[in-house]
Nanobody, 118 residues
Framework: QVQLVESGGGLVQPGGSLRLSCAAS????????MAWYRQAPGNQRERVAQ???????NYANSVKGRFTISRDNAKNTVYLQMNSLKPEDTAVYYC????????????WGQGTQVTVSS
């Protein structure tokens, strides 16, 4: 089992940047598929970015070219660098870890609020 703790959210003006971090407890972090999701009020939770064990990444069309997901396996941490932020990026952002083996259990962090507003 893994515990996830997000940090780095806050209030930023349109066009600004934020970097979210997600620290994972436990071992075998490098074997987890890591992802960032977000959920705005009244909307379903959507996946924003994913990084698999090989380091390959994929992004939602709405954030391509603006967001970058990365991982540091030595620090058990995954990051989401968000640039050129827009008001529509406002949401609670959640870190997700999926086991890449066996029953593919999923784990979630508690979420961090990102608000883009002038």
């Amino acid at each position: 089992q893994v515990q996830l703790v997000e940090s780095g959210g806050g209030l930023v003006q349109p066009g600004g940047s934020l970097r979210l971090s997600c620290a994972a407890s436990g071992s075998a972090f490098s074997f987890y598929i890591m992802a960032w999701y977000r959920q705005a009020p009244g909307n379903q939770r959507e996946r924003v970015a994913q990084i698999i064990t090989s380091g390959m990444t994929n992004y939602a069309n709405s954030v391509k070219g603006r967001f970058t997901i990365s991982r540091d396996n030595a620090k058990n941490t995954v990051y989401l660098q968000m640039n050129s932020l827009k008001p529509e990026d406002t949401a609670v952002y959640y870190c997700n870890a999926e086991e890449s083996w066996g029953t593919r259990n999923n784990y979630w962090g508690q979420g961090t609020q990102v608000t883009v507003s002038s």
